[in-house]
Protein backbone atom coordinates (compact mmCIF):
# COMPACT_ATOMS: atom_id res chain seq x y z
CA UNK A 1 0.00 0.00 0.00
CA UNK A 2 1.85 3.30 -1.30
CA UNK A 3 0.84 6.28 1.43
CA UNK A 4 0.55 9.23 -0.07
CA UNK A 5 4.07 11.49 0.30
CA UNK A 6 3.95 13.86 4.03
CA UNK A 7 3.40 17.48 2.61
CA UNK A 8 2.51 19.45 5.51
CA UNK A 9 2.58 22.81 3.91
CA UNK A 10 0.30 21.26 1.36
CA UNK A 11 -1.97 20.32 4.10
CA UNK A 12 -2.37 23.85 5.69
CA UNK A 13 -3.39 25.21 2.29
CA UNK A 14 -6.20 22.92 1.72
CA UNK A 15 -7.40 23.61 5.24
CA UNK A 16 -7.14 27.21 5.00
CA UNK A 17 -8.99 26.95 1.15
CA UNK A 18 -11.30 24.83 2.68
CA UNK A 19 -12.46 27.39 5.59
CA UNK A 20 -12.37 30.04 3.42
CA UNK A 21 -14.93 28.63 0.92
CA UNK A 22 -16.28 25.66 1.93
CA UNK A 23 -19.68 25.31 4.08
CA UNK A 24 -19.74 22.03 5.80
CA UNK A 25 -22.89 19.54 6.34
CA UNK A 26 -24.24 19.49 10.12
CA UNK A 27 -21.72 22.07 11.46
CA UNK A 28 -21.52 25.45 13.46
CA UNK A 29 -19.07 26.69 10.54
CA UNK A 30 -16.55 28.56 13.31
CA UNK A 31 -16.47 25.58 15.46
CA UNK A 32 -14.99 22.82 13.25
CA UNK A 33 -11.66 22.04 11.96
CA UNK A 34 -11.66 19.37 8.69
CA UNK A 35 -8.65 16.89 8.35
CA UNK A 36 -7.02 17.58 5.17
CA UNK A 37 -7.13 14.26 3.18
CA UNK A 38 -4.53 13.14 0.72
CA UNK A 39 -5.42 9.81 -0.15
CA UNK A 40 -6.90 6.75 0.48
CA UNK A 41 -6.63 2.95 -0.02
CA UNK A 42 -8.46 -0.35 0.72
CA UNK A 43 -9.07 0.41 4.83
CA UNK A 44 -7.04 3.10 5.40
CA UNK A 45 -6.73 6.95 4.46
CA UNK A 46 -3.95 9.65 4.94
CA UNK A 47 -3.97 13.46 6.33
CA UNK A 48 -0.96 15.33 4.81
CA UNK A 49 1.37 14.76 7.66
CA UNK A 50 1.48 11.38 7.09
CA UNK A 51 -1.44 9.85 9.64
CA UNK A 52 -2.78 7.21 8.72
CA UNK A 53 -6.11 6.41 9.61
CA UNK A 54 -8.20 3.25 10.01
CA UNK A 55 -11.73 4.22 8.60
CA UNK A 56 -13.66 2.24 11.00
CA UNK A 57 -16.89 4.80 9.55
CA UNK A 58 -16.70 3.45 5.93
CA UNK A 59 -16.85 7.41 5.90
CA UNK A 60 -20.80 7.54 6.12
CA UNK A 61 -21.18 4.20 6.44
CA UNK A 62 -20.82 3.99 2.96
CA UNK A 63 -16.94 2.71 1.75
CA UNK A 64 -18.40 -0.80 1.75
CA UNK A 65 -16.06 -2.00 -0.98
CA UNK A 66 -13.01 -0.23 0.75
CA UNK A 67 -11.13 3.04 -0.96
CA UNK A 68 -10.02 3.54 -4.36
CA UNK A 69 -11.24 -0.41 -5.40
CA UNK A 70 -8.82 -0.71 -8.98
CA UNK A 71 -11.53 -2.39 -10.41
CA UNK A 72 -14.62 1.00 -10.03
CA UNK A 73 -12.12 3.11 -10.55
CA UNK A 74 -11.31 1.89 -13.98
CA UNK A 75 -14.71 1.61 -14.77
CA UNK A 76 -15.14 4.48 -14.19
CA UNK A 77 -12.38 5.55 -15.78
CA UNK A 78 -13.79 3.73 -18.90
CA UNK A 79 -16.71 5.36 -19.07
CA UNK A 80 -15.95 8.81 -18.45
CA UNK A 81 -13.96 8.05 -21.90
CA UNK A 82 -16.97 6.43 -23.27
CA UNK A 83 -20.71 8.56 -22.44
CA UNK A 84 -20.22 10.81 -19.12
CA UNK A 85 -23.59 12.17 -19.37
CA UNK A 86 -27.13 11.17 -20.76
CA UNK A 87 -30.30 12.53 -19.97
CA UNK A 88 -32.58 10.20 -18.02
CA UNK A 89 -34.80 9.71 -20.91
CA UNK A 90 -32.75 7.91 -22.95
CA UNK A 91 -31.81 3.88 -22.64
CA UNK A 92 -27.96 3.84 -21.59
CA UNK A 93 -26.02 0.37 -20.95
CA UNK A 94 -24.56 0.66 -17.86
CA UNK A 95 -28.09 2.45 -16.98
CA UNK A 96 -30.30 -0.97 -17.05
CA UNK A 97 -27.73 -2.98 -16.58
CA UNK A 98 -26.95 -0.97 -12.81
CA UNK A 99 -30.73 -1.79 -13.02
CA UNK A 100 -30.62 -5.12 -13.62
CA UNK A 101 -27.87 -6.17 -10.96
CA UNK A 102 -29.88 -4.20 -8.39
CA UNK A 103 -33.14 -5.86 -9.00
CA UNK A 104 -31.52 -9.51 -9.13
CA UNK A 105 -30.40 -8.82 -5.64
CA UNK A 106 -33.51 -7.72 -4.58
CA UNK A 107 -36.64 -10.12 -3.17
CA UNK A 108 -40.09 -10.56 -4.62
CA UNK A 109 -40.62 -8.46 -7.84
CA UNK A 110 -38.81 -5.47 -6.72
CA UNK A 111 -37.79 -5.36 -10.04
CA UNK A 112 -37.63 -1.82 -11.19
CA UNK A 113 -35.00 0.83 -10.61
CA UNK A 114 -35.59 4.59 -10.15
CA UNK A 115 -32.44 6.13 -9.82
CA UNK A 116 -31.23 9.20 -8.09
CA UNK A 117 -28.16 10.79 -6.75
CA UNK A 118 -28.18 9.41 -2.76
CA UNK A 119 -30.65 7.95 -0.38
CA UNK A 120 -32.64 11.36 0.61
CA UNK A 121 -34.04 11.37 -2.95
CA UNK A 122 -34.73 7.53 -3.19
CA UNK A 123 -36.96 8.08 0.73
CA UNK A 124 -38.54 11.49 -1.14
CA UNK A 125 -39.54 9.09 -4.21
CA UNK A 126 -40.79 6.12 -2.68
CA UNK A 127 -42.77 8.56 -0.27
CA UNK A 128 -44.29 10.10 -3.49
CA UNK A 129 -44.79 7.02 -5.01
CA UNK A 130 -46.59 5.47 -2.21
CA UNK A 131 -49.13 8.55 -2.03
CA UNK A 132 -49.80 8.51 -5.55
CA UNK A 133 -49.92 4.79 -5.61
CA UNK A 134 -52.74 4.55 -2.38
CA UNK A 135 -53.67 8.09 -3.04
CA UNK A 136 -53.70 8.88 0.78
CA UNK A 137 -51.21 11.58 2.28
CA UNK A 138 -50.05 10.42 5.63
CA UNK A 139 -46.53 8.64 5.97
CA UNK A 140 -45.45 6.64 9.32
CA UNK A 141 -41.81 6.81 10.13
CA UNK A 142 -39.97 5.86 13.87
CA UNK A 143 -38.66 8.39 15.87
CA UNK A 144 -35.09 6.38 16.32
CA UNK A 145 -34.56 6.69 13.12
CA UNK A 146 -32.36 9.08 9.80
CA UNK A 147 -34.12 8.96 6.41
CA UNK A 148 -32.11 12.01 5.31
CA UNK A 149 -32.11 15.96 4.74
CA UNK A 150 -34.11 16.94 2.06
CA UNK A 151 -37.73 18.27 2.84
CA UNK A 152 -39.77 14.84 3.31
CA UNK A 153 -36.89 13.27 4.39
CA UNK A 154 -35.58 15.29 7.33
CA UNK A 155 -39.72 15.50 8.70
CA UNK A 156 -39.50 11.50 7.96
CA UNK A 157 -36.35 11.35 10.39
CA UNK A 158 -36.87 10.66 13.62
CA UNK A 159 -33.87 12.05 15.63
CA UNK A 160 -33.36 15.54 16.65
CA UNK A 161 -31.81 16.45 13.38
CA UNK A 162 -35.32 16.54 12.36
CA UNK A 163 -36.05 19.54 15.19
CA UNK A 164 -34.65 22.50 13.21
CA UNK A 165 -36.42 21.85 9.95
CA UNK A 166 -39.82 20.29 10.75
CA UNK A 167 -42.77 22.25 9.35
CA UNK A 168 -45.33 19.68 11.17
CA UNK A 169 -47.61 19.96 8.39
CA UNK A 170 -45.72 17.01 6.32
CA UNK A 171 -48.17 14.54 6.83
CA UNK A 172 -45.91 12.49 8.94
CA UNK A 173 -46.67 10.72 12.14
CA UNK A 174 -43.66 9.00 14.31
CA UNK A 175 -43.74 5.91 16.43
CA UNK A 176 -41.67 3.92 18.61
CA UNK A 177 -39.79 0.95 17.39
CA UNK A 178 -37.94 -1.79 19.26
CA UNK A 179 -35.01 -0.61 21.09
CA UNK A 180 -34.87 -3.71 23.81
CA UNK A 181 -32.08 -1.79 25.78
CA UNK A 182 -34.07 1.10 26.56
CA UNK A 183 -37.73 -0.42 26.00
CA UNK A 184 -40.31 2.01 25.72
CA UNK A 185 -42.58 -0.71 26.40
CA UNK A 186 -41.07 -2.15 29.79
CA UNK A 187 -40.68 -5.17 27.81
CA UNK A 188 -38.77 -7.80 29.70
CA UNK A 189 -37.50 -10.07 26.40
CA UNK A 190 -36.51 -9.03 22.62
CA UNK A 191 -39.76 -11.12 21.78
CA UNK A 192 -41.88 -8.77 24.00
CA UNK A 193 -40.30 -5.64 22.73
CA UNK A 194 -40.72 -6.83 19.33
CA UNK A 195 -44.61 -7.53 20.37
CA UNK A 196 -45.29 -4.44 21.89
CA UNK A 197 -44.17 -2.40 19.39
CA UNK A 198 -46.30 -4.11 16.69
CA UNK A 199 -49.13 -3.18 19.47
CA UNK A 200 -48.23 0.48 19.91
CA UNK A 201 -48.03 0.25 15.91
CA UNK A 202 -51.33 -1.54 15.72
CA UNK A 203 -52.82 1.63 18.13
CA UNK A 204 -50.95 4.38 16.51
CA UNK A 205 -52.61 3.46 12.90
CA UNK A 206 -56.32 2.64 14.33
CA UNK A 207 -56.42 6.56 16.10
CA UNK A 208 -55.15 8.13 13.01
CA UNK A 209 -57.06 6.38 10.52
CA UNK A 210 -55.59 3.59 8.39
CA UNK A 211 -57.49 5.16 5.18
CA UNK A 212 -55.29 8.15 5.69
CA UNK A 213 -51.97 6.24 5.72
CA UNK A 214 -50.41 6.24 2.03
CA UNK A 215 -47.30 4.43 4.02
CA UNK A 216 -44.90 3.10 6.71
CA UNK A 217 -40.89 3.67 6.43
CA UNK A 218 -38.43 1.78 7.95
CA UNK A 219 -35.26 1.08 8.27
CA UNK A 220 -34.28 -2.73 8.42
CA UNK A 221 -31.99 -2.47 10.74
CA UNK A 222 -31.73 1.48 12.57
CA UNK A 223 -28.46 2.81 11.65
CA UNK A 224 -27.12 6.29 12.25
CA UNK A 225 -29.80 6.12 15.31
CA UNK A 226 -28.24 3.45 17.06
CA UNK A 227 -27.40 -0.12 14.49
CA UNK A 228 -30.94 -1.78 16.19
CA UNK A 229 -31.32 -5.04 15.04
CA UNK A 230 -35.09 -5.77 14.52
CA UNK A 231 -36.60 -8.63 16.92
CA UNK A 232 -37.83 -11.97 16.15
CA UNK A 233 -41.35 -11.42 14.72
CA UNK A 234 -41.24 -7.95 13.95
CA UNK A 235 -40.95 -6.84 10.49
CA UNK A 236 -43.05 -9.78 9.43
CA UNK A 237 -45.73 -8.16 11.98
CA UNK A 238 -45.02 -5.25 10.15
CA UNK A 239 -45.72 -6.37 6.83
CA UNK A 240 -49.37 -7.86 8.11
CA UNK A 241 -50.25 -5.00 9.56
CA UNK A 242 -49.38 -2.86 6.44
CA UNK A 243 -51.32 -5.42 4.29
CA UNK A 244 -54.27 -5.37 6.03
CA UNK A 245 -54.26 -1.78 6.31
CA UNK A 246 -53.50 -0.98 2.15
CA UNK A 247 -50.54 0.86 3.64
CA UNK A 248 -47.31 0.69 1.26
CA UNK A 249 -44.38 -0.59 3.56
CA UNK A 250 -40.96 0.98 2.59
CA UNK A 251 -37.61 -0.80 4.03
CA UNK A 252 -34.92 2.20 4.55
CA UNK A 253 -31.52 -0.14 3.01
CA UNK A 254 -29.61 3.43 2.47
CA UNK A 255 -26.96 2.00 5.01
CA UNK A 256 -27.76 -1.21 5.75
CA UNK A 257 -27.71 -2.83 2.21
CA UNK A 258 -24.92 -3.98 0.00
CA UNK A 259 -23.29 -6.00 2.52
CA UNK A 260 -23.11 -3.95 5.72
CA UNK A 261 -25.17 -6.84 7.81
CA UNK A 262 -23.42 -9.59 5.84
CA UNK A 263 -25.82 -10.62 3.21
CA UNK A 264 -26.62 -8.42 0.16
CA UNK A 265 -29.91 -6.41 2.26
CA UNK A 266 -30.17 -6.79 5.86
CA UNK A 267 -34.04 -7.65 5.16
CA UNK A 268 -32.18 -11.00 3.34
CA UNK A 269 -31.73 -12.00 7.44
CA UNK A 270 -35.80 -11.33 8.19
CA UNK A 271 -37.74 -12.92 4.91
CA UNK A 272 -39.36 -9.85 4.58
CA UNK A 273 -40.07 -8.12 1.49
CA UNK A 274 -41.11 -4.28 1.22
CA UNK A 275 -43.15 -2.43 -1.66
CA UNK A 276 -40.40 -0.33 -1.78
CA UNK A 277 -36.81 -0.36 -1.14
CA UNK A 278 -34.72 2.53 -0.92
CA UNK A 279 -30.93 2.04 -1.64
CA UNK A 280 -27.71 4.32 -1.98
CA UNK A 281 -24.44 4.59 -0.08
CA UNK A 282 -23.07 0.98 -0.55
CA UNK A 283 -24.59 0.31 -4.41
CA UNK A 284 -21.01 1.78 -5.43
CA UNK A 285 -19.72 2.94 -2.05
CA UNK A 286 -20.26 6.64 -3.09
CA UNK A 287 -18.17 6.52 -5.98
CA UNK A 288 -20.05 8.74 -7.46
CA UNK A 289 -23.42 9.95 -6.09
CA UNK A 290 -26.28 6.96 -6.35
CA UNK A 291 -29.61 5.70 -4.85
CA UNK A 292 -32.37 4.55 -5.84
CA UNK A 293 -36.01 2.82 -5.36
CA UNK A 294 -36.82 -0.93 -6.12
CA UNK A 295 -40.65 -0.58 -6.89
CA UNK A 296 -42.76 -4.16 -6.52
CA UNK A 297 -44.61 -4.50 -9.59
CA UNK A 298 -47.87 -3.35 -8.54
CA UNK A 299 -46.71 -0.07 -7.45
CA UNK A 300 -44.75 0.13 -10.96
CA UNK A 301 -48.28 -1.04 -12.56
CA UNK A 302 -49.55 1.98 -11.10
CA UNK A 303 -47.55 4.42 -13.51
CA UNK A 304 -47.45 2.16 -16.78
CA UNK A 305 -50.43 4.63 -18.16
CA UNK A 306 -50.20 7.72 -16.40
CA UNK A 307 -46.64 9.68 -16.08
CA UNK A 308 -44.80 9.06 -13.10
CA UNK A 309 -44.73 12.54 -11.40
CA UNK A 310 -40.87 13.15 -10.71
CA UNK A 311 -37.53 13.20 -11.82
CA UNK A 312 -34.12 14.02 -11.83
CA UNK A 313 -31.49 15.15 -14.44
CA UNK A 314 -28.69 13.13 -13.59
CA UNK A 315 -31.02 9.93 -12.71
CA UNK A 316 -28.83 7.20 -13.66
CA UNK A 317 -26.04 9.07 -14.39
CA UNK A 318 -24.11 6.95 -16.31
CA UNK A 319 -20.74 7.31 -14.41
CA UNK A 320 -22.42 6.50 -11.06
CA UNK A 321 -24.64 3.38 -12.51
CA UNK A 322 -20.89 2.02 -14.01
CA UNK A 323 -19.51 2.39 -10.78
CA UNK A 324 -22.36 0.47 -9.64
CA UNK A 325 -21.98 -2.23 -12.28
CA UNK A 326 -18.39 -2.56 -11.00
CA UNK A 327 -18.98 -2.71 -7.87
CA UNK A 328 -21.82 -5.22 -7.73
CA UNK A 329 -19.88 -7.91 -9.76
CA UNK A 330 -16.45 -7.04 -8.00
CA UNK A 331 -18.36 -7.75 -4.51
CA UNK A 332 -19.88 -10.77 -6.16
CA UNK A 333 -16.67 -12.12 -7.72
CA UNK A 334 -14.56 -11.41 -4.34
CA UNK A 335 -16.87 -12.81 -1.61
CA UNK A 336 -16.88 -8.87 -0.48
CA UNK A 337 -20.32 -9.74 1.25
CA UNK A 338 -19.22 -13.61 2.81
CA UNK A 339 -16.09 -11.53 4.31
CA UNK A 340 -18.71 -9.27 6.18
CA UNK A 341 -20.25 -11.72 7.57
CA UNK A 342 -17.17 -13.61 8.32
CA UNK A 343 -15.46 -10.81 9.86
CA UNK A 344 -18.29 -9.96 11.79
CA UNK A 345 -18.97 -13.76 13.54
CA UNK A 346 -15.45 -14.66 14.23
CA UNK A 347 -13.40 -10.81 14.92
CA UNK A 348 -15.66 -8.24 15.61
CA UNK A 349 -18.74 -10.10 17.41
CA UNK A 350 -16.43 -11.34 19.77
CA UNK A 351 -13.90 -9.15 20.11
CA UNK A 352 -16.14 -5.88 20.59
CA UNK A 353 -17.76 -8.41 23.51
CA UNK A 354 -14.94 -9.49 25.03
CA UNK A 355 -13.74 -5.64 24.94
CA UNK A 356 -16.88 -4.70 26.72
CA UNK A 357 -16.59 -6.59 29.56
CA UNK A 358 -13.15 -4.80 30.53
CA UNK A 359 -14.57 -1.52 30.60
CA UNK A 360 -16.97 0.17 32.68
CA UNK A 361 -18.49 2.62 29.69
CA UNK A 362 -19.63 -0.01 27.75
CA UNK A 363 -23.21 -0.50 28.85
CA UNK A 364 -24.46 -2.81 25.19
CA UNK A 365 -22.82 -4.24 22.11
CA UNK A 366 -24.94 -5.24 18.99
CA UNK A 367 -24.78 -5.41 15.76
CA UNK A 368 -24.19 -8.13 12.78
CA UNK A 369 -21.46 -8.14 9.94
CA UNK A 370 -19.61 -4.85 9.60
CA UNK A 371 -22.60 -3.01 11.56
CA UNK A 372 -22.14 -2.53 14.96
CA UNK A 373 -22.36 -0.17 18.25
CA UNK A 374 -21.01 0.37 21.54
CA UNK A 375 -23.76 2.02 23.74
CA UNK A 376 -21.49 4.26 26.54
CA UNK A 377 -22.82 4.80 29.74
CA UNK A 378 -22.69 6.69 32.90
CA UNK A 379 -23.69 3.54 34.86
CA UNK A 380 -24.15 0.13 33.28
CA UNK A 381 -26.83 -0.67 36.24
CA UNK A 382 -29.24 2.51 35.70
CA UNK A 383 -27.64 2.69 32.25
CA UNK A 384 -27.97 6.47 31.89
CA UNK A 385 -25.69 7.68 28.54
CA UNK A 386 -22.84 8.83 28.80
CA UNK A 387 -23.97 12.11 27.88
CA UNK A 388 -27.07 13.23 27.61
CA UNK A 389 -29.74 12.80 24.29
CA UNK A 390 -28.36 15.13 22.06
CA UNK A 391 -25.49 16.54 23.73
CA UNK A 392 -23.15 19.15 22.32
CA UNK A 393 -20.57 21.25 23.24
CA UNK A 394 -19.76 20.94 26.97
CA UNK A 395 -22.19 18.16 27.27
CA UNK A 396 -20.60 16.38 24.40
CA UNK A 397 -16.84 16.40 26.22
CA UNK A 398 -16.46 12.72 27.38
CA UNK A 399 -17.43 11.53 23.42
CA UNK A 400 -15.36 13.95 21.61
CA UNK A 401 -12.15 13.27 24.07
CA UNK A 402 -12.95 9.60 23.31
CA UNK A 403 -13.27 10.39 19.86
CA UNK A 404 -9.88 12.38 19.79
CA UNK A 405 -8.32 9.04 21.61
CA UNK A 406 -9.44 6.91 18.78
CA UNK A 407 -7.93 9.43 16.03
CA UNK A 408 -4.61 9.61 18.40
CA UNK A 409 -4.14 5.78 18.03
CA UNK A 410 -4.60 6.18 14.12
CA UNK A 411 -8.67 4.79 13.98
CA UNK A 412 -11.39 6.83 12.85
CA UNK A 413 -13.89 5.96 14.83
CA UNK A 414 -17.88 7.16 13.84
CA UNK A 415 -19.61 8.79 16.99
CA UNK A 416 -23.33 9.86 17.13
CA UNK A 417 -24.59 11.02 20.73
CA UNK A 418 -23.50 8.44 23.39
CA UNK A 419 -22.65 5.64 21.00
CA UNK A 420 -19.50 4.55 18.92
CA UNK A 421 -20.65 2.57 15.85
CA UNK A 422 -18.02 0.18 14.33
CA UNK A 423 -18.81 0.67 10.88
CA UNK A 424 -15.33 -0.65 8.81
CA UNK A 425 -15.33 -1.71 4.94
CA UNK A 426 -16.84 -5.02 4.47
CA UNK A 427 -13.39 -5.55 2.54
CA UNK A 428 -11.64 -5.46 5.73
CA UNK A 429 -9.01 -8.02 6.88
CA UNK A 430 -8.90 -10.39 9.75
CA UNK A 431 -5.41 -8.59 11.04
CA UNK A 432 -7.31 -4.20 10.37
CA UNK A 433 -10.24 -5.73 12.17
CA UNK A 434 -7.98 -6.70 14.73
CA UNK A 435 -5.61 -3.47 14.87
CA UNK A 436 -8.77 -1.41 14.77
CA UNK A 437 -10.86 -3.71 17.92
CA UNK A 438 -7.11 -2.66 19.68
CA UNK A 439 -7.20 0.99 19.61
CA UNK A 440 -10.68 0.87 20.33
CA UNK A 441 -9.97 -0.77 23.71
CA UNK A 442 -7.42 1.73 24.72
CA UNK A 443 -9.64 4.72 23.54
CA UNK A 444 -12.02 3.62 25.98
CA UNK A 445 -10.22 3.92 28.92
CA UNK A 446 -10.59 7.73 28.62
CA UNK A 447 -15.10 7.04 28.04
CA UNK A 448 -14.04 5.01 31.50
CA UNK A 449 -13.30 7.97 33.38
CA UNK A 450 -16.52 9.37 33.16
CA UNK A 451 -18.40 6.09 33.77
N1 LIG B 1 -31.59 6.68 4.81
C1 LIG B 1 -30.70 6.12 5.64
C2 LIG B 1 -31.06 4.86 6.37
C3 LIG B 1 -29.44 6.71 5.81
O1 LIG B 1 -28.56 6.14 6.65
C4 LIG B 1 -29.13 7.88 5.09
C5 LIG B 1 -27.77 8.55 5.22
N2 LIG B 1 -27.07 8.33 6.37
C6 LIG B 1 -30.10 8.43 4.25
C7 LIG B 1 -31.31 7.79 4.11
C8 LIG B 1 -29.82 9.67 3.47
O2 LIG B 1 -28.90 9.43 2.48
P1 LIG B 1 -28.11 10.64 1.78
O3 LIG B 1 -27.24 11.27 2.81
O4 LIG B 1 -27.36 9.95 0.66
O5 LIG B 1 -29.12 11.58 1.25
Not at 219 to 242: D, K, N, S
Not at 376 to 386: G, M, N, S
Request: proline share 6%; charged share 20%.
Amino acid sequence: MTAPTADPQAGQAVKAADRAHVFHSWSAQGLIDPLAVAGAEGSYFWDYDGNRYLDFSSQLVNTNIGHQHPKVVAAIQEQAGKLCTVAPGFAVDVRSEAARLVAERTPGDLDKIFFTNGGAEAVENAVRMARVHTGRPKVLSAYRSYHGATAAAINLTGEPRRWASDTGTAGVVHFFGPYPYRSNFHAESEEQEGERALEHLEQLIAFEGPQSIAALILETVVGTAGVLLPPPGYLAGVREICDRHGIVFILDEVMAGFGRTGRWFALDHYGVTPDLLTFAKGVNSGYVPLGGVAISGEIAATFDRRPYPGGLTYSGHPLACASAVATMNTMAEEGIVENAARIGETVLGPGLREIAGRHPSVGEVRGTGVFWALELVKDAETREPLVPYNASGEANAPMAAFAAACKKRGLWPFVNMNRTHVVPPCTISETEAKDGLAALDAALAVADEHA
